[in-house]
T-cell receptor, first 112, second 116 residues
Framework: DQQVKQNSPSLSVQEGRISILNCDYTNSMFDYFLWYKKYPAEGPTFLISISSIKDKNEDGRFTVFLNKSAKHLSLHIVPSQPGDSAVYFCHAGGTSYGKLTFGQGTILTVHP | DTGVSQNPRHKITKRGQNVTFRCDPISEHNRLYWYRQTLGQGPEFLTYFQNEAQLEKSRLLSDRFSAERPKGSFSTLEIQRTEQGDSAMYLC??????????????FGPGTRLTVT
């Protein structure tokens, strides 16, 4: 029962262009969403979050969009940099912040 | 360094042996989580603690797995009678949750377990 899905296993983008990573969820009880970045041999690192009372949250080059009716969220990185190359995970749950569910991850490669 | 630490970083064990991993969270954090990650997958939730209380356990946490957080600080995850299918990266994370604030989890580097 995969409640959080990242359907693109990988994404390749040119430096300076926009990277768009997508995440779909099925559990309508989810109301808090996070994105993490993971480099090899390290644990995931928190990037940005959004609660269901918002449809957009922005932090520097990173913007997360939430479409509750479609149960879809996306992470936009503008402009993309080679250092952004990593695995990106979507993470979702309720605002009790108990069990949160990860997506499978998307490998982002940003080419110079 | 005030981040989340995990020990050991790597563990190789023979099938049937018991192993124990330790996680030291960020000191002011009240929540501690354990996840398991296999190749090509996202981290899978195992269990979490609020202070010393274990509030939820995944069905993935079979009776061979036990986690403790005796004083609400560090936590241990023990796997008894290890099986080859237990080979994975075990990740620990901590967070501070207060009212409706919190949620972002801070992860340790993980313990990679190989069962031969």
């Amino acid at each position: 029962d995969q409640q959080v899905k990242q359907n693109s296993p990988s994404l390749s983008v040119q430096e300076g262009r926009i990277s768009i990573l997508n995440c779909d969820y099925t559990n309508s009880m989810f109301d808090y969403f996070l994105w993490y970045k993971k480099y090899p041999a390290e644990g995931p690192t928190f990037l940005i979050s959004i609660s269901s009372i918002k449809d957009k949250n922005e932090d520097g080059r990173f913007t997360v969009f939430l479409n509750k009716s479609a149960k879809h969220l996306s992470l936009h990185i503008v402009p993309s940099q080679p250092g952004d190359s990593a695995v990106y995970f979507c993470h979702a749950g309720g605002t009790s912040y108990g069990k949160l569910t990860f997506g499978q991850g998307t490998i982002l490669t940003v080419h110079p | 360094d005030t981040g989340v630490s995990q020990n050991p970083r790597h563990k190789i064990t023979k099938r049937g042996q018991n192993v124990t991993f330790r996680c030291d969270p960020i000191s002011e954090h009240n929540r501690l989580y354990w996840y398991r990650q296999t190749l090509g997958q996202g981290p899978e939730f195992l269990t979490y603690f609020q202070n010393e209380a274990q509030l939820e356990k995944s069905r993935l946490l079979s009776d061979r797995f036990s986690a403790e957080r005796p004083k609400g600080s560090f936590s241990t995850l023990e796997i008894q009678r290890t099986e080859q299918g237990d080979s994975a990266m075990y990740l620990c994370a901590s967070s501070f949750v207060w009212g409706d604030r919190g949620g972002e989890q801070y992860f340790g580097p993980g313990t990679r377990l190989t069962v031969t």
